[in-house]
């Protein structure tokens, strides 16, 4: 198992995190906090990675919804936590056993196989109000002004209401439970050349300038897929600093993609 991975900031700067053992890889991305939590979202996705890792070293081949549910649950003691008033993160893992390769996603990471592709919709798929009004203001130029940030502290308000519970969405937060929500899916290794994963802040504005080729992007070094991710923060910056063509939150989000060869 070759793994390449490319960040954009640094590891120590994001608030995307990416952990690999030997047979695995893990990806987690931080929740912007426009709404005071007692951690920072790099913090709390930065324990959650180490804890994750230690558990896949130890028990290489264990239920990955019991090894997420047990590094939850130990993040939340190390950083005296309560749920519905903490950081969240996404989390997906990604890891080959015993002929098998297994994929968790909590969250709207991304994941493509050869000719299949794996994401989480369900926060999503709430179309909060606030969400849409974000949006629409960003996309009549209103850019990222104080009533952007209002609109975002209320947005995340909503969803804060609606975490982990029936009716809602999943995520990891301080609920070690959400994890029995994680979406699972198990394929043959056999029929697997690759895998990539990427994070919204880099999946959204690659598709946006259709560089999301990915059966091509499985064969770049870190060098080309950082070259990637920095034409995408470029193009914000340069070509839609206010959002009005890609609407987002903020100006730049986390970028994060790794991808995953597997060898005899």
């Not at 324990?47 to 994750?52: G, I, S, V």
């Not at 000719?115 to 109000?129: A, F």
């Not at 609109?151 to 029936?166: D, G, H, K």
Request: charged share 25%; proline share 7%; with cysteine.
């Amino acid at each position: 198992m070759d793994t390449v991975t490319c960040q954009l900031p640094a590891i120590h700067a994001s608030d995307d995190k990416i952990a690999t053992t030997e047979n695995a890889v893990i990806m987690l991305d931080g929740a912007s906090a426009f709404v005071p939590v007692p951690v920072p979202p790099a913090v709390y996705a930065d324990e959650l990675a180490t804890c994750l890792t230690r558990e896949l070293v130890r028990t290489p081949g264990d239920d990955l919804i019991e090894l997420l549910a047990a590094a939850i649950h130990d993040v939340v003691g190390q950083l005296d936590l309560r749920p519905g008033q903490s950081p969240s993160s996404t989390v997906t893992i990604l890891r080959a056993h015993h002929g098998w390769l297994d994929v968790l996603l909590l969250g709207d990471n991304l994941v493509v196989l050869p000719g299949t592709t794996l994401t989480d919709p369900r926060l999503s798929q709430l179309d909060l109000e606030p969400s849409r009004h974000y949006r629409q203001r960003l996309a009549h130029g209103t850019g990222f002004d104080d009533t952007h940030r209002a609109i975002l502290r209320e947005l995340q308000t909503q969803q804060a209401a609606r975490r982990n519970r029936a009716g809602g969405y999943w995520i990891a937060e301080a609920d070690p439970a959400a994890a029995r929500h994680a979406l699972t899916r198990r394929f043959r290794l056999d029929d697997i050349p690759w895998a990539g994963l990427a994070t919204d802040g880099a999946y959204k504005p690659m598709r946006h300038l259709g560089l999301d080729d990915w059966p091509r992007l499985a064969t770049c070094d870190a060098v080309e897929l950082q070259r990637i991710l920095r034409r995408c923060e470029n193009w914000e910056a340069c070509r839609d600093p206010s959002a009005m063509k890609l609407p987002r939150a903020k100006p730049h989000d986390d970028k994060s993609i790794a991808f995953v060869r597997f060898t005899d």
